[in-house]
């Protein structure tokens, strides 16, 4: 069965770094579409970013150039990296396997001073 497992947040200062990990198992993840999603408080869950299986990668318009998602195929992990963050950023982090609806745990991100 398919497990996903987020790793990496927790509580950075606005204009901080944090790079979220989700590692993937019982799966070929190589030929999968991977999202990571988030979700504030009292928010909508909301698509952040993408990449392919072919590395092809797509961001929300809230966070293209600040955040950068990639792959390791080998390792079974999808990462993302998070710069420039600010208060809106705080949210729990999910990692979503596209095409089977799979869901990790979550991962909380707070950006506060």
């Known amino acids: 069965q398919v497990q996903l497992v987020e790793s990496g947040g927790g509580l950075v200062q606005p204009g901080g770094s944090l790079r979220l990990s989700c590692a993937a198992s019982g799966i070929i993840f190589r030929l999968y579409v991977m999202r990571w999603y988030r979700q504030a408080p009292g928010k909508q869950r909301e698509l952040v970013a993408g990449?392919?299986?072919?590395?092809?990668?797509d961001y929300s318009d809230s966070v293209k150039g600040r955040f950068t998602i990639s792959r390791d195929n080998a390792k079974n992990t999808v990462y993302m990296q998070m710069n420039r963050l600010q208060a809106e950023d705080t949210a729990v982090y999910y990692c979503n396997l596209f095409q089977l609806g799979a869901w990790g745990q979550g991962t909380l991100v707070t950006v506060s001073s």
């Open positions: 990449i392919s299986s072919g590395g092809i990668t």
